[in-house]
């Protein structure tokens, strides 16, 4: 079985991902069938997870190959025995024309007794991934981050208000000698947040980025 690596991606700008899992059969060609299924993938494990299932779903099946694209800039796809960069690669591709993040796309391939050459076999996983996609739902993904923000007990309902001021929303809180909050807000608000926490407690507070997402 084929597959690649983790791989960083350097396209940047607006992004998309998938509202909920979809399923389409192509045409045969050349005998074999081709069912593209699309869905929302949050790591590697969930498109690795759609295959498993995929696999338990057509025990019958040839190949299930698949891609997946992260939307913290992370790739990857399988072939599952078809030549490499015939299968998963090709929908990887069909991914990031569309600049989908946090999404898979698997198509399960049941032979039929006739090869279709290295470009025939691209044409039909590429076009079975196109297919799946062009029925699924998009969303759009906006730039959040996560940030923490420690403070004294007496700055802790200072820090929620900021929080909501800056239009994010806390996740968790530790309590020890001081308050840790852990919150997400958009990403062009970060910054100001971390900021405003340390004028507002004198420089007392603590505050930073510790991860970029999208959601």
């Known amino acids: 079985?084929?597959?690649?690596?983790?791989?960083?991606?350097?396209?940047?700008?607006?992004?998309?991902?998938?509202?909920?899992?979809?399923?389409?059969?192509?045409?045969?060609?050349?005998?074999?069938?081709?069912?593209?299924?699309?869905?929302?993938?949050?790591?590697?494990?969930?498109?690795?997870?759609?295959?498993?299932?995929?696999?338990?779903?057509?025990?019958?099946?040839?190949?299930?190959?698949?891609?997946?694209?992260?939307?913290?800039?992370?790739?990857?796809?399988?072939?599952?025995?078809?030549?490499?960069?015939?299968?998963?690669?090709?929908?990887?591709?069909?991914?990031?024309?569309?600049?989908?993040?946090?999404?898979?796309?698997?198509?399960?391939r049941y032979f039929g007794g006739t090869k279709l050459g290295v470009g025939g076999l691209a044409r039909a996983y590429s076009g079975a991934a196109q297919a799946a996609l062009a029925a699924a739902e998009v969303l759009a993904l906006t730039p959040k981050a996560r940030v923490a923000a420690t403070v004294?007990?007496?700055h802790e309902g200072l820090l929620a208000r900021l929080v909501a001021a800056h239009g994010g929303a806390v996740e968790a809180a530790e309590r020890g000698a001081d308050v840790t909050l852990r919150a997400t807000l958009p990403a062009e608000a970060a910054d100001a947040f971390c900021a405003e926490v340390r004028e507002r407690t004198a420089g007392r507070g603590r505050a930073a980025r510790v991860e970029e997402l999208w959601g």
């Open 1 to 108: 079985m084929a597959a690649s690596p983790s791989a960083p991606l350097a396209r940047a700008g607006a992004r998309r991902t998938l509202a909920a899992e979809v399923r389409v059969e192509e045409d045969k060609v050349k005998g074999s069938r081709f069912i593209g299924v699309a869905a929302p993938a949050r790591r590697a494990e969930d498109a690795e997870a759609l295959a498993r299932r995929l696999w338990a779903e057509h025990p019958g099946a040839r190949h299930v190959c698949w891609a997946f694209r992260g939307a913290p800039d992370e790739a990857r796809w399988v072939d599952d025995g078809e030549p490499a960069g015939t299968a998963g690669r090709p929908m990887l591709a069909v991914l990031e024309g569309l600049d989908l993040r946090g999404a898979a796309v698997a198509v399960v």
């Open 152 to 154: 004294s007990y007496a």
